[in-house]
């Protein structure tokens, strides 16, 4: 098998030239660790390869496993592989190894998944882009100068550069829908708990956390979560094993209450400018939708987004600075200490002086908003909004200037953090850092399940996505409209992208 046959398959159509013989388990291994070592060092997706340990594992794969003898990669974050270097995309856990898998890594392995490596994340999954002080930065295959999003950001980049067909990903405000947009991919955020995190973790920032992966095509990702999906042991969610997300693709959606929306109470209180492009992907995705057969209205969710992106923003502050306080438990180096960038640093020391009841309060907004789109799904099966308010942005484009760096570090002095946050600190913090990605962390809070459609190219050649946030607990609903519309539209003609081909 050659790179560029290999490339044309998802991961259900290589389990299936595998199942039939066609393939060999090897062959297909060492394509993707050929592909890896040919086109990473342009790309820049991948941190670390693991090959032949993976190839020692490859053996132990049940033939009758639905992913078996296709090749993954995990994000450098959460995802533990016992005794292999996991840094959390930190110069402060570069050394560090976790002593055990997590349940997340023992299924794709019982799945049948060769794992060969990780992908690179912003340190500590904390933004928007992918671009590590400590690790290369991902490039986007669409064009090479735009960012490929995050925090998932090399994940989404192997995957459109065909290094592999699907990646696992993981979305704490958008982390796996916002690089499936920005770099044409289909990403799905599953309902809170439905994928566990232990058995290090029970719950990673409230619950807000949810892994699973960017993919090609929408039945990789269902196959996937029939795969990995259900509590394990000691976990915080009582969320029983399902089966049957890929089964609900086999028949279209009877006709859905689709309420369509801009995403204006998100975004215009943060300043947000909605880009013509992505006001176009939306009223196209909706057009599409009802030429489907289904009804389709514009309807804004009922949220503040104000209040909700200050929720957001101290549940986040508070969690960045426990973080740190791990590291220092995990490594023994003192937080004064870690090798940690400015921007990181100086969050976190907002993050020590917010008052509990701040917190708490915080949480009880989460608790409000999930509670108003509750009943907002009594009238409305899906909602249709942006994913991000614009395209791809350049690489460095977004990262925090010397001058904003030098800025933060005043609050070093002690006293400053607390004078900061009365002074609104949090609120300009909420529109530097979600102005352009406003419409995501809606679904991280409420705890609902929301994926990133690709359904658009601007006319300078950068994938818009089209985000569908169903109700709790609602993925097979969204998974089976969401096939639908990609045969409606074929999408996957668009990938994997050829620049790096010769």
Do not use: C, N, Y
């Given at each position: 098998m050659e790179i560029e046959e290999y490339r044309r398959h998802d991961a259900l159509g290589l389990a299936e030239l595998v199942r039939k013989r066609e393939v060999s388990r090897e062959e297909v291994f060492d394509v993707a660790c050929r592909a890896i070592e040919r086109d990473n060092p342009r790309l820049g997706a991948v941190v670390r390869t693991r090959f032949e340990r993976a190839r020692a594992e490859?053996?132990?794969?049940?033939?009758?496993?639905?992913?078996?003898?296709?090749?993954?990669?995990?994000?450098?974050?959460?995802?533990?592989?016992?005794?292999?270097?996991?840094?959390?995309?930190?110069?402060?856990?570069?050394?560090?190894?976790?002593?055990?898998?997590?349940?997340?890594?023992?299924?794709?392995?019982?799945?049948?998944?060769?794992?060969?490596g990780q992908t690179a994340t912003p340190e500590l999954g904390l933004m928007g882009i992918t671009e590590p002080r400590a690790f290369p930065h991902p490039v986007n295959p669409w064009h090479a100068g735009h960012s490929p999003g995050g925090s998932s950001g090399g994940a989404a980049a192997a995957v459109a550069a065909g290094l592999v067909p699907l990646a696992m990903a993981g979305d704490g405000g958008g982390s796996i829908r916002i690089p499936a947009s920005y770099c044409g991919l289909f990403g799905l955020k599953p309902s809170r708990g439905r994928v566990p995190q232990g058995p290090m973790h029970a719950e990673v920032w409230q619950g807000a956390v949810v892994e699973h992966a960017v993919t090609r095509s929408v039945r990789d990702s269902a196959a996937l979560l029939d795969a990995i999906n259900g509590m394990d042991e000691g976990g915080p969610y009582p969320v029983r094993r399902e089966q049957g997300f890929l089964a609900a693709l086999e028949r279209p959606p009877e006709p859905l209450r689709v309420a369509v929306s801009m995403g204006e109470p998100l975004g215009k209180p943060l300043?947000?400018?909605?880009?013509?492009?992505?006001?176009?992907?939306?009223?196209?995705?909706?057009?599409?939708?009802?030429?489907?057969?289904?009804?389709v209205e514009w309807a804004d969710p009922p949220i503040d987004g104000e209040r909700l992106a200050n929720a957001y923003l101290t549940l986040y502050l508070g969690h960045l600075s426990a973080d740190l306080a791990w590291i220092a438990r995990e490594t023994g180096v003192p937080v004064s200490r870690q090798d940690i960038e400015p921007s990181t640093r100086a969050t976190a020391r907002l993050g020590s002086s917010l008052p509990v009841r701040d917190y708490e309060l915080a949480k009880r907004d989460w608790n409000s908003a999930a509670r108003a789109m509750g009943a907002f799904h009594r009238h409305y099966d899906v909602l249709l909004m942006p994913v991000t308010a614009a395209p791809a942005p350049r690489l460095e484009e977004l990262y925090p200037p010397p001058a904003h760096e030098r800025l933060m570090s005043l609050l070093a002095i002690p006293g400053l953090p607390t004078l900061a946050l009365k002074a609104g600190m949090l609120g300009h913090l909420a529109r530097d850092a979600l102005a352009r990605t406003p419409f995501t962390q809606l679904a991280n809070l409420t705890g609902q399940p929301a994926m990133s459609l690709p359904l658009h190219v601007t006319a300078q050649g950068l994938p818009v996505g089209v985000q569908a946030v169903g109700a709790m607990g609602d993925e097979g609903r969204l998974l089976a409209l969401a096939a639908q519309v990609e045969a409606e539209v074929c999408w996957g003609r668009h990938l994997p992208r050829p620049w790096l081909d010769g």
């Open positions: 490859a053996g132990a794969v049940a033939a009758e496993s639905p992913f078996a003898g296709v090749p993954t990669l995990t994000k450098d974050l959460l995802m533990a592989i016992e005794g292999e270097p996991l840094a959390f995309g930190s110069a402060a856990l570069a050394e560090w190894k976790p002593p055990v898998d997590s349940t997340l890594v023992s299924r794709l392995r019982q799945a049948g998944f060769s794992i060969l300043g947000s400018m909605l880009d013509p492009e992505v006001r176009q992907a939306v009223e196209a995705a909706a057009k599409t939708l009802e030429g489907l057969g289904h009804h």
